[in-house]
């Protein structure tokens, strides 16, 4: 074994773009950190993120970078206003996890959640290709930094600080004495529903009530149950369920809550007591 | 630095889901793996498995493994029963690889071709993350026991013994002395038919009857010839071949059969002489 | 240049193919790599081409490599004539470059642009696996050749030498002094549609008229303007950019130009002074 896979000191790099999977966009950013930090580890975390949805970014890398090493970069492009004045920026964090992506929120859920320690522009020409297109920040600007970070470049040395990063703007649910209501933010890929009501917020409502006796439901819909799994409901039935993203999620069992209810991003969704 | 990972000892992990490539989870599981066993190389098999389809992730297994590393850890998490009983499992086999999955089918074709060792329940609560959700055992208990696996673990600590994990039932292809019967078991991402006609049985039907005399039909559709290869028939009319599953396909050449024969899974196909 | 990259003297594999998300196919030839070359790092360029789209390829691949290590070995396996006389080639380039894949054009783009220093047909058998199958050269013929490159076998030992692989015939736009005439030659995940229209084309245009003065049109669709990025045009309207392809882009921004225009691949784009 070489001294290299002794040090192999380089954090690793998570990916997440809304590139697809037809172009070589998402494979160049891995590309690119190769001929910077070849021994850099890299993960895909996810290429599919529906395109320029900042708030769908934002939430799977929230609900991600727990389960990365504790010093793992994450390059997250989602970048509608590429080529316009929005900054391009890099976070380190508490946690110890770093964020490299556009200052338009898709960092923050995930970075406020880690802990900001210190925010820099990545304006420092040395740690960016030698010629930035217009168009492929990822490439030239996002992807060069995020492999100086895995080399052990100092985060401050990319740039001037940046004192306050723009925040996401999420919708708040509304929690009553009786009922909390909120809506969905986000479909995954299994059609399941998820809204922006807290697995917190579940279980507050649950010490209130006896369990049985909530329900859920969306829009005008029927009353669901709340189930501890989705194993618990029958097949092809609607539920609602704590999901991985640790939110209160609709879904179908073997199905698609999505196309199922015909609802999406934006419906509304209450849980309160039956009756 | 453990001896492990000094030696590169680490075998790699190849993870096959059918999680889609939209969101996160696919990629949380690498993030996992790199927590626990940052030396350990992740191959992505597929995320593509179609939902919930046991047969298809134990057939792309199966005709996947034997091109790996000897000592491969096949993490293949298509499981439809989360957050019910069915165990969480780990075999290893003679020939050296190991797999991890839910106990419902999904490794069998595989660790049966392999040859079946000893399997175990993922039961030890040390080898999974410290919260266990209902509905992610990919990331909570899967991922976690193929990197400490990768890590050198034994697999006897991952849990008790299994004396006799759950087979497969695929449908059997009925063989006589004039035809095979079968039906297609699998449709590919290029639209090619895949059926439970193995290579073997259409060289048994190749012996006894002139190649040439011998085709194949799909439904009540017409008589297709038996070809080498895709490229020896002509463009865009059906033809059927022994295809990379070794078992009998059906396909249009630069197109797709599916689309074109409109059949899918549980289409009856016959190979026999004309006429 | 630190001992780690000194020492892991294993050139990086960058895989692009046409096999898609849904099988085992792309993973497999991942673990063929893995077999014969545990060190070697991979990189999926992209599974996305569309099928069987030599061009598609050839355009991916001749406007990534640069972005990756010098000594990349590119693996390049979109193959409609597989099973059939066509040549299974390796080239080195005097960039540093090597390109695996089938000898039909998909590799020439880049091969010519890196500077062809040497082709080789893939026959020894030596450096193909045991058993090569009529259908998946890629997996049989081309993994195990960049793997078997990767570890450090000369680019001769393959096989002889091969005088000239079959160059890719693309359409040449038409430039004349008023105007230049070219058409759709690919179409990205975005349904941005990228022309025939080199940068260099549309910079001499600028040169010889005002820039504001200057139009695209495609078929007989309405004069769009030429702008530096998406960003600077208005939201939801056609335009014209230099895209990362450093060719002339027709794009609508934060939308499909594909869906929005009702266009695709050989649509003619004109690029001409106003009026």
Known sequence: MTTASRNHASAPIAILTDFGYRDHYAG????????????ARVIDLSH?????????GALVLAHSWRFFPDRTIFLAVVDPGVGTERLPIAIASRAGARFVG????VLMLAAQAAGIQRAVVLESARYRLPATSATFHGRDIFAPAAAWLARGVAITSLGRALPKPQPLKLPEPEESARQVQGEV???D????LVTNISGASVVRMKARFREKSLSVR???????????????APVNSPLATIGSFDFLEIAVRDSSAERRLGCGVGAR???SPRG
């Not at 599919?48 to 769908?56: H, K, L, V, Y």
């Not at 969306?218 to 618990?232: F, H, P, T, V, W």
């Open 269 to 271: 969704v209450t849980l």
């Open 102 to 105: 556009p200052d338009n929120g």
């Open 48 to 56: 599919g993120i529906p395109p320029q949805s900042i708030t769908a």
């Open 189 to 192: 890929g299994f059609g399941n």
């Open 185 to 187: 933010i986000y479909v």
């Open 218 to 232: 969306i829009e005008k819909g029927a009353a669901m149950n709340l189930y501890r799994s989705y194993a618990d």
């Open 28 to 39: 160049v950013l891995s590309g690119v950190v190769a001929r910077i930090a070849p021994n």
